[in-house]
């Protein structure tokens, strides 16, 4: 798998190797979908309350007798029943949503957002952006520039249009683009699947060192599944062990 670079004037400056395990992960609707849902509510902050009738006040006093009345038996006017009562089975603000995401899944659904993007020609890498200093009239020129390379015409043209991933986060480049509101820049380190798909392009910056950083954090998957294994076996071998001693001191006894 090769993609083109393109510098900060759009030309194209030479070719880069992808690694098929983050640009060639097949698509999985089902995985997506839980890891993007679970980060939504994992993000979500609940304000919503509604009080019951336990938590509205008044409703002390019995509005009428047990008995004798006619009436149906009623103990207080802050039931759900009654007009100013509380609500039944209302949004309560201690309702917890997060939900627990396993790294593997994470990374494999951040893998299949890459790839989806980049199969459908939404990724572009850019060797520099060259910022010294804040600018966003420079920033913008930049957009335009690259809405000049075939397939990223509409980029910078609405809302969510384009995220741009830094392997280096200076703060000159976030500075450049944080004025522009179709654009968005995050670090390469801390991309998701639920951002990468929020946007309809992806500009990646200095595409070698971002590709190591993800690259990183695929190794480090991997040494912490051998490692797994390794603990497991140790522990099932104490177990063992340990069963062993108990069965020898009973037969002594």
Not at 17 to 34: K, S, T, Y
Not at 113 to 124: C, I, N, P, W, Y
Not at 224 to 249: G, Y
Request: hydrophobic share 35%; net charge positive.
């Amino acid at each position: 798998m090769e993609t083109n670079i393109y510098n900060a004037q759009g030309k194209k400056t030479g070719t880069l190797a992808l690694p098929e395990n983050i640009f060639g992960v097949a698509w999985n609707d089902a995985l997506i979908h839980q890891v993007v849902t679970s980060m939504m509510d994992n993000a979500r902050t609940p304000t919503a309350h509604a009080k019951d009738r336990g938590a509205v006040r008044g409703g002390g006093k019995k509005p009428w007798k047990q008995k004798g009345t006619g009436r149906a038996r009623v103990g207080s006017t802050r039931s759900p029943i009654w007009r100013g009562g509380g609500v039944t089975h209302g949004p309560l603000k201690e309702k917890v949503y997060a939900r627990e995401i396993p790294k593997k899944m994470r990374l494999k659904a951040l893998c299949m957002a890459l790839s989806r993007k980049f199969k459908d020609g939404q990724v572009l890498f850019v060797d520099d952006f060259g910022f010294e200093k804040p600018k966003t009239a420079a920033a913008s020129k930049l957009i335009g520039t690259l809405a000049g390379i075939s397939g990223f015409e509409k980029i910078g043209y609405k809302k969510n249009a384009a995220l741009v991933a830094l392997s280096d986060p200076k703060t000159s480049t976030i500075k450049s683009f944080r004025n522009i509101g179709s654009v968005e820049t995050k670090p390469v380190r801390d991309l998701n699947p639920a951002t990468v798909l929020k946007y309809r392009y992806l500009i990646i910056e200095n595409p070698e060192a971002a590709l190591a950083i993800v690259a990183t954090r695929m190794t480090a998957k991997s040494a912490e599944k051998k490692e797994k294994p390794a603990k497991v076996m140790k522990a099932r071998a104490t177990k063992k062990a340990k069963t062993s001693a108990s069965k020898s001191l009973e037969a002594s006894h």
